[in-house]
């Protein structure tokens, strides 16, 4: 029978003698001198009333009690740190917001702030929901918003998302370019257009889809592959250069030089998803959630007008995936 309750730091210094069976690297994976370590193990044995290990010049070893310890001892050790995570304070939350501009996502992100002052809300802006995705299966970023129905379905599937609005999508046209003359260009006016929409950009994989899909049979060519411009001014010059259209959402930065106009007959819709880690739990993305559902309560985010043109993925067309 156990004596006593176990220290958590002998169980740890246990499963590094066992993993390691040296006792050496286990005191220099934790940390710790040799001497140290060796004593812990001896406290445990003697708190356990069992020999864990068998010693010998040329090996140690585990024995059938410390066989049997353990799994029990990875169970203990995880339940440990679950319980501290549960209680330690939440570090700040990184939400990728896709561009430095207007956009549904920085109003979300600023009504959370707003619901939660004591979390800390990191923005970034980086473009693209395929490499944001990337990066949050890696840890190295927690939220970001993009039309997550237009993943590849292995990374999807590794990603919670909530939808967040269907965003009306705008033409951005070049001063002087005929259909900037128009207040609302309808879809069939693009016919004969090349219009860009990130082709041969690896971050926007899933904005290319959605492109493609919409322009298919409307006699709408994809523009090629185009250097990426970072930042507005560097976009608008980009764009004074090539004169190219470019497939934009209504709420998309003005830039100098250019006329953004909405699409219409239909209005085609992009669905805007917040998405993030599957098992994330921090209080910065319960104001999120919060935050989304109120805006979109707000300013009729998830209503579809009657004529609007949504993706197949949403509808169940030949091309939903």
């Given at each position: 029978m156990i004596s006593r309750d176990v220290d958590p730091r002998l169980l740890r210094g246990f499963v590094a003698v066992a993993e390691e069976l040296h006792f050496s690297r286990a005191a220099a994976r934790l940390y710790v001198a040799q001497q140290a370590l060796s004593r812990d193990v001896r406290r445990l044995e003697e708190t356990l009333g069992a020999a864990l290990f068998t010693r010998t010049t040329r090996a140690v070893e585990l024995t059938a009690d410390g066989q049997r310890l353990l799994p029990l001892a990875h169970k203990v050790l995880a339940a440990h740190t679950e319980l501290a995570a549960a209680f330690a304070e939440p570090g700040p939350l990184l939400v990728d917001l896709n561009s430095d501009g207007p956009s549904s996502a920085r109003s979300v992100l600023d009504r959370a702030r707003a619901l939660a002052p004591g979390?800390?809300?990191?923005?970034?802006?980086?473009?693209?929901?395929?490499?944001a995705a990337a990066e949050i299966a890696a840890g190295r970023l927690d939220v970001s918003f993009g039309?997550?129905?237009?993943?590849?379905?292995?990374?999807?599937?590794?990603?919670a998302h909530t939808l967040v609005r269907y965003e009306p999508l705008a033409v951005l046209?070049?001063?002087?370019?005929?259909?900037?003359?128009?207040?609302?260009?309808?879809?069939?006016?693009?016919?004969?257009?090349?219009?860009?929409?990130?082709?041969?950009n690896p971050r926007t994989l899933e904005w290319t889809r959605l492109a493609r899909e919409l322009f298919a049979g409307r006699g709408?060519?994809?523009?090629?592959?185009?250097?990426?411009?970072?930042?507005?001014?560097?976009?608008?010059?980009?764009?004074?250069?090539?004169?190219?259209?470019?497939?934009?959402?209504?709420?998309?930065?003005?830039?100098?030089?250019?006329?953004?106009?909405?699409?219409?007959?239909?209005?085609?819709?992009?669905?805007?998803?917040?998405?993030?880690?599957?098992?994330?739990?921090?209080?910065?993305?319960?104001?999120?959630?919060?935050a989304a559902a109120e805006l979109a309560a707000e300013r009729g985010w998830l209503e579809v007008p009657a004529g609007s043109l949504l993706p197949a993925a949403l509808t169940g067309g030949p091309d939903a995936g």
């Open positions: 979390c800390e809300l990191m923005a970034r802006f980086e473009s693209g929901l395929t490499h039309y997550a129905h237009g993943l590849e379905p292995a990374p999807r599937a590794r990603l046209l070049p001063d002087g370019h005929p259909l900037a003359a128009l207040d609302r260009v309808p879809l069939a006016a693009l016919a004969g257009e090349t219009v860009y929409a990130g082709a041969g709408i060519a994809p523009a090629p592959p185009a250097p990426v411009a970072v930042g507005k001014e560097e976009f608008g010059r980009v764009m004074a250069k090539t004169r190219t259209p470019v497939l934009v959402t209504v709420d998309f930065t003005d830039l100098p030089g250019c006329a953004k106009r909405p699409l219409v007959a239909p209005v085609p819709l992009s669905p805007l998803s917040m998405v993030w880690r599957k098992g994330l739990r921090h209080p910065g993305l319960d104001a999120l959630l919060r």
